[in-house]
């Protein structure tokens, strides 16, 4: 029975979102949208958001050992105050359940693969005995993230009760392919996707700048929202990320063990990670997309020693900060997701479910509509990537390049086009 109930939500969810992405392009072109059309994005919506809750609790109640274990056992070492970085903290740790070969390879001989601050995010679980309890809680807190983030971004992006609107928002991050991927591996990117929202509607204050550097400590690759900061001159904002990330490095200190900010420096894990585990197929990166075509292992530390890889991060960095530094102050909404679409193609370890974080730079491209004709064509893009998102991690990695591409265009065409006027 659940086994129909996921096939037939995954099914639902290509009618659901593309539908939405053009209703939601539609009322901002002021469009008028068919009342059945949108009941029906409405109605679709609810039973998608109720698809995913029944999800989380199946995939609570097959509990397997990624990603959930992993992270169990980060907060376990940091309650007890062992060394996070020393994969012989996991070893002496029993496992709550029965792992593989391929779960000690990349996991219990690797030790903690972020940087110190990041450990906080994992120290509540190690309070739980019962990982299926503990299971439950995390991913009660992520749902919360998930809907406050929708509802960040519906007041960021729709000026008076519009229901329908709001529905356009929360199905583009319910579901987007990645929802479900955060889920069924309970993953943190629910989080990452209220933080960055947050950045969007508060980017050029104190509050944003805190929900920044809460961005990094979550998923550390996106660093690149305060180089944005920078080059879009919001000083405020990034000396707040900064403190944030300084206060988050001493208050993580007493559970990372003696000595790991020094390991983490010159013995990084990365050192350990098993040859070819950035090749895998849900991996979503510049670098994979390098070895999979050159049938090719390789590791964390590798993409330095790449030339390939080395020669295409240096032109997409450069045309970033073209792009960036070129766009309107009103086109903030639109350089912001340059820098994390940035960020994704290059941090080697980007996955399928990270996908989510560019759901806000869809809502402000559909916000930016302003005919008919658009929101047709923006329905397109919308259905691209949901396409690309479910179909793994290399076309995943051509959305990501494809969304910085054309969010690129459009803020150079834009400031092109404010200087002929």
């Not at 397997?64 to 740790?93: E, K, M, N, S």
């Amino acid at each position: 029975m659940l086994s129909h109930v996921a096939v037939g939500s995954s099914l639902l969810r290509w009618v659901v979102f593309p539908l939405c992405a053009y209703v939601l392009a539609a009322r901002s072109a002021k469009q008028t949208v068919p009342v059945r059309l949108a009941r029906a994005s409405i109605a679709g919506t609810i039973v998608v958001a109720l698809a995913l809750l029944l999800s989380a609790v199946t995939a609570t109640h097959y509990l397997q050992q990624w990603d959930f274990i992993c992270f169990w056992l980060y907060g376990h070492a940091a309650i007890a105050h062992h060394d996070v970085y020393d994969p012989a903290t996991y070893r002496a740790l029993a496992t709550p359940i029965a792992v593989d070969a391929d779960f000690r390879r990349e996991v219990l001989d690797v030790g903690f693969p972020y940087p110190p601050p990041s450990i906080l995010l994992f120290v509540p679980l190690g309070l739980f005995a019962n990982v299926a309890v503990a299971s439950y809680f995390w991913l009660a807190a992520f749902f919360v993230a998930l809907f406050g983030g929708i509802a960040v971004l519906a007041r960021t992006y729709v000026r008076s009760a519009d229901p329908v609107a709001l529905a356009g928002i929360a199905a583009l991050a319910l579901a987007v392919p990645a929802s479900a991927d955060n889920v069924a591996y309970h993953q943190t990117s629910f989080l990452s996707f209220l933080l960055v929202a947050i950045v969007y509607r508060l980017r050029g204050g104190i509050t944003g700048g805190v929900a920044a550097g809460l961005a990094v400590v979550v998923k550390p690759y996106l660093a690149v929202i305060l180089v944005w900061l920078a080059l879009r001159r919001r000083w405020n904002a990034l000396a707040a990320s900064m403190c944030t990330l300084a206060v988050a490095t001493l208050a993580a200190l007493p559970f990372v063990g003696r000595g790991a900010v020094h390991a983490f420096l010159f013995d990084n894990p990365a050192s350990r990670e098993p040859a070819g585990l950035f090749a895998e197929p849900e991996t979503a990166s510049l670098y994979a997309a390098i070895l999979r075509a050159f049938h090719r292992e390789g590791s964390l530390s590798g993409p330095l020693h790449d030339p390939l890889f080395v020669a295409v991060a240096f032109v997409a960095i450069v045309l970033s900060i073209c792009f960036i530094v070129r766009a309107r102050a009103d086109d903030d909404d639109l350089s912001l997701p340059i820098a994390i679409a940035l960020g994704l193609m290059l941090y080697p370890g980007s996955g399928t479910m990270y996908a989510i974080v560019l759901v806000p730079a869809l809502v402000a491209l559909a916000t930016r509509v302003r005919s008919g004709r658009l929101a047709l064509l923006f329905m397109g893009v919308a259905f691209a990537f949901f396409a690309a998102n479910a179909w793994g991690g290399a076309s995943t990695f051509a959305a990501f390049a494809a969304l910085w591409a054309l969010l690129g265009t459009i803020v150079v065409r834009s400031r092109a086009m404010l200087a002929r006027v």
